[in-house]
């Protein structure tokens, strides 16, 4: 099996299945019971919070919660309604991801502005627009780390500076969010500027239906999820004590060799571009061929991603091609990929329909081997010049 598909979901690293495992069968006291075994899975939660926090900006707080969605509906609803007496206009850009897009399109239904930038060809956020977008009604700004179809690396730093001047000029307090889901455990934010952060566990080896938000020092946000007060009542219900762990865990993993998975993905990523580059004709690189591995690479790609448009073919059919011979790919978002149509980021990216339907996400972690990219591009490479063989026939 050849798995290409690290942007929906990651295999969990060893260790982390293994702590899951034993702490399922050893820990499993509710973490608010005063007794022993409740002050046990209470340490264990600890314990993970100060893994991720290293990871993090310091000063910040740590909320568990069960992932990006919620982590995105938390920061864009609980902004909204703690700030929804000084301002009512919500800034993001057109290439969100679906927890984010959702989210904004209920405030607009509620009675929020919202201002969606656009993107030039590449996918990179408009930054003139931005400048142009924010006044004194503006409450939030939300725009992602790293997209999850073509990996760019958004312009985030200078947009956050931006932001925070204009709050220096004008006396507001405009926050900033990202959702950092697909950036995270791959790039450092230990020197971040967000007032926000949101990351998912599945998505850099941890258990799934985990993840945390960060809040920046002095920061606070009404609750999303209310009942027994946890997560200093940030988030009530009862904590995924052995999850929690797992996310901790993956958190230390990812980052004790940050640079060596770094490389590993470049060369992986170089590899599989330049085998599909050298094998096929009228392929397009969806975003930008030049790679970044940190947050000021802005205009670059993150290498766990490669979008290919294999002109005159399905992205499809392609994909189910390769499944039989067991690789794994996507075509897009599967936060999406039950809905019709075409992909919303390649179309603000002002692709056609032509290119859209060929595309192919190939997204790639530490696990993957150059032996693989190999194999994908021979598979790959037969199953485009097959059906474009007999595409006149469709």
Known sequence: MIYLDNSATTRQYDEVTELVYKLSREAFGNPSSLHTLGLNSSEIIRTARGRVAKALPAGGEIVFNSGGTEGDNTAIYGTARKLRRRG??????KVEHPAVLESCKRLA?????????????????????LEQSIDDKTILVTLMTVNNETGMIQPIV??????????????????????????FGKMSFRNAPFDLITISGHKFHAPKGVGAMYMKSGLTLPAFITGGGQEKGYRSGTE??????????????????????????????????????SELDDIMINGTDEIGL????????????????????????????????????????????????DS?????????????EGAIRFSLSEFNTLEEMDETVEKVAAAVNRFRRLGSFR
């Open 158 to 183: 200078p947009a956050c500076e931006l932001v925070k001047n204009y709050n220096k000029e004008h006396g507001t307090k405009v926050i900033f969010h990202t959702d950092a889901v697909q950036a």
């Open 344 to 356: 919303h980021v390649l179309q603000a990216m002002g692709l056609g329909h032509r290119e859209i």
């Open 109 to 129: 239904e509620d009675g929020f502005e919202v201002c969606y930038l656009n993107v030039d060809k590449t996918g990179a956020l408009k930054l003139d627009e």
């Open 240 to 277: 995924n004590t052995t999850d929690i762990a797992g996310l901790g865990l993956a958190t230390e993993l990812s980052y004790a060799d940050l640079a060596g998975i770094q490389n590993k993905l470049c060369a992986l990523s170089d590899r599989l571009r330049d085998g599909l580059s």
């Open 88 to 93: 009512n206009k919500v800034i993001t850009s």
């Open 294 to 341: 940190e947050l000021d690479d802005y205009g670059k790609r993150c290498p766990s991603i490669l979008n290919v448009s294999l002109l005159g073919t399905r992205g499809e059919v392609i994909l189910h091609t390769l499944e039989q011979d067991e690789i794994y790919v996507s075509t897009g978002s599967a936060c999406s990929s039950h809905k019709t149509g």
